[in-house]
């Protein structure tokens, strides 16, 4: 017994039983298309079931990821949808012989079923090629969002392409050339997707930008790790857990800082300066240098100096009687020299990077004398508590050299200033 008489038992039957022509062709396909629809979707089930059961034992047993994220993003469920869709192709035809305009409709819409069925099948094993990648180490810091969504969106447009010949009858080229004439509007539309797919690319060959490096662009207000970077926007989580969202093109187009080559490197950065009073400064007398020479630190410092100073000054019959003749130390070069000696035996500085102390041009605030050097530890909150250590010694250190640091004149201040002066006016 082949299709043909299955599908047209019914009406056979109906036709024994006395029923007219057009009564018995309608409700035997009423009949038969539900029966399909029924075995169709219990072939569906039946199907997911197979898949689930034996390909689940599969994928427990198996050390890939592989096929666990199949599952995960549902490849095999929309295969067998995709399957089912092909069963209703074959057999409707069959049902529907009778009413060839019905049949030439349903077929129309089965075939744009089937497009759409096919390209979220397609999306389906792109997330889960996705999804496997970013499970590699070498993948997790790689954009692959944007080339998953470039692939999407040219599975549409191919999708949207066959669904438009489907419905018009029109031929693939004859669509393509009349695109040809729009083209420039579509590029309009598209114009942020087309700059981000270059840019994404730009920043994947140049290594511009990896998902979970640190940036910086603070004319968006980004300051933060990378957390993705898809076809339109790089997303970052700023440090208060808030997410900036960047157009990607941004990356190539304007600056931002990354902090990647910090983290990479063996310390991070401490550039910070203290501002001196200009007026503390001064040459020392004998009765501070023995007071200097207690400092441990650079004990050993003061004495080769002072030694060498002295011998210069005999040298030459410098007349010592004033401070300013020959060669002196001052406060400052002394306290400076003090500063370098702490950085290099401090136990958080990386000694195998640059530790300097520089003096700046003078400001109006005063000479600002600044450190330079790196932490051996580059963790945001550590690095900070370094800091402070640091100069929470050096601001308590600075008036042991007779050393004064510019601050503002505070309410405290004036009160001072008028308890010493009663004729003076806040």
């Not at 790790?225 to 187009?253: C, G, M, Q």
Request: a neutral charge; hydrophobic letters at 45%; charged letters at 20%.
């Amino acid at each position: 017994m082949d299709i043909t008489s299955i599908t047209h038992y019914f009406y056979d039957l109906f036709i024994d039983f006395g029923w007219s022509k057009s009564a018995a062709s309608f409700v035997n396909v009423v009949i038969n298309t539900i029966i399909l629809l029924i075995i169709t979707y219990t072939f569906n089930r039946v199907l997911r079931n197979i898949f689930k059961r034996t390909l689940g034992l599969v994928a427990q047993k198996t050390i890939s990821e592989f096929d666990d994220h199949l599952f995960h993003n549902k490849v095999f469920l929309n295969f067998c949808h995709l399957l089912s869709v092909f069963i209703l192709k074959w057999v409707m035809p069959f049902v529907l012989r009778d009413y060839p305009e019905v049949k030439d409709e349903v077929d129309t819409f089965l075939d744009i079923v089937t497009v759409f069925l096919v390209i979220w099948l397609i999306r389906s094993v792109l997330l889960t090629v996705k999804d496997f990648l970013k499970s590699l180490e070498n993948f997790k810091d790689k954009p692959i969002e944007s080339y998953l969504q470039v692939f999407l969106i040219f599975s549409w447009g191919i999708g949207f392409i066959v669904v438009f010949t489907i419905l018009t009858g029109k031929s693939i080229v004859e669509f393509l050339t009349a695109l040809g004439a729009v083209s420039a509007i579509i590029l309009l539309i598209f114009k942020d997707t087309i700059l981000g797919f270059v840019a994404s690319i730009q920043v994947t060959v140049n290594d511009t930008v990896r998902i979970g490096d640190w940036i910086t662009m603070e004319k968006y207000g980004a300051d933060g790790d990378v957390i993705e970077i898809n076809l339109a926007s790089v997303k970052v989580r700023n440090f208060d857990n808030t997410i900036t969202t960047i157009p990607t093109y941004y990356l190539i187009s304007d600056s931002f800082k990354n902090w990647r080559g910090m983290s990479v490197s063996g310390g991070r950065r401490i550039k910070r300066a203290l501002l001196i009073q200009a007026t503390s400064i001064h040459y020392i007398n004998d009765e501070e240098l023995q007071k200097f020479k207690q400092f441990e630190l650079i004990s050993d410092y003061l004495e080769k100096r002072q030694a060498d100073i002295d011998q210069h000054n005999q040298k030459n019959k410098v007349n010592k009687e004033v401070l300013l003749n020959g060669r002196n130390m001052t406060n400052f070069g002394i306290f400076r020299k003090y500063v370098d000696a702490y950085l290099n035996q401090h136990s958080a500085i990386n000694k195998d990077m640059m530790i300097m102390t520089r003096q700046l041009d003078p400001t109006p605030q005063g000479i600002p004398l600044e450190i330079y050097a790196f932490s051996k530890d580059k963790v945001w909150q550590n690095y900070e508590h370094i800091i402070a250590d640091i100069f929470d010694h050096l601001l308590a250190a600075t008036p042991y050299f007779n050393l004064e640091l510019y601050e503002l004149p505070t309410g405290y201040d004036f009160r001072e200033l008028s308890q010493m002066n009663p004729t003076y006016k806040s």
